[in-house]
């Protein structure tokens, strides 16, 4: 339960995070349709980490967990770029949701490589909570690497020719779309255990490009973030 010295320090940062928010819809206002960036993020802490779990030599997922984000289920973010805006400076969180190996892990020369399906979502709160910045959903991501660059791997998606599905509460995509996550740090470099990648922890960035199609209108994105910043602090009194 929150104490009354608690309460203003509450208030006081999802005001900061509603500020934030608001930036974020003002710049829209310039937005229009347009094929390009969608979203571009940065990790917070580089102590943070992708952990991969290889299961029992024949699956392996990808999660968020374990990370010191409140919830211990998301990695902390900064946005930079958001629907096509540069230099913006946005705290969000980055959840993995059922991100698992799709069939076995192959190599080609110098190559490895293994297809996934799930979802990454960017949000302000953590464990997807809160505004719903941008959710990526895919049912045919390749995550690979090369021997010629141990520590690093990528994790990408596209529409077409796979199915990349890109929502969020400030616009709507249509294809081609593009998801790429690169991985540095990756320990141990990427390998394989029984017919799956091994198991590894990874830093992460990110970049997602589509075609902008909708824009709410401002009044909308207003009202939304207002609805958002007053529906916490009720919830947190309550408690």
Do not use: H, W
Not at 1 to 18: I, N, V, Y
Not at 85 to 114: D, K, L, M, R, Y
Not at 130 to 136: D, F, P, Q, R
Not at 188 to 209: C, D, E, H, K, V
Request: proline share 8%; glycine share 8%; with cysteine.
């Amino acid at each position: 339960m929150s104490t009354p010295d608690q309460q203003p320090a509450f208030s006081a940062r999802f005001l900061r995070r509603f500020v934030a928010l608001a930036c974020a819809a003002l710049l829209l206002l310039g937005s229009s349709a347009n094929a390009g960036t969608v979203l571009q993020f940065d990790q917070l802490n580089p102590a943070d980490v992708v952990t991969a779990t290889n299961v029992g030599g024949t699956s392996t997922t990808l999660t968020t967990t374990g990370n010191v984000d409140g919830a211990g289920v998301s990695v902390p973010i900064v946005i930079t770029n958001f629907l096509g805006t540069p230099g913006v400076n946005i705290p969000a969180f980055e959840t993995f949701v059922n991100v698992t190996s799709t069939g076995p892990a192959s190599t080609s020369g110098p190559f490895t490589f293994q297809n996934y399906s799930g979802t990454i979502e960017f949000t302000s709160g953590p464990g997807s909570t809160g505004v719903n910045y941008l959710t990526a959903t895919f049912t045919s991501a390749t995550l690979s690497a090369s021997s010629t660059s141990p520590g690093a791997a990528s994790l990408s998606a596209a529409q077409p020719p796979s199915s990349l599905v890109l929502t969020s509460d400030f616009a709507a995509f249509s294809p081609p779309s593009n998801l790429s996550i690169a991985l540095g740090n990756v320990t141990p470099p990427l390998g394989i255990t029984g017919s799956s990648i091994s198991s590894f922890t990874a830093q992460n960035t990110g970049t997602i490009t589509a075609t902008i199609s909708v824009i709410p209108e401002p009044s909308t994105l207003c009202l939304s973030s207002f609805a958002v910043v007053f529906g916490m602090l009720v919830y947190r009194k309550k408690r």
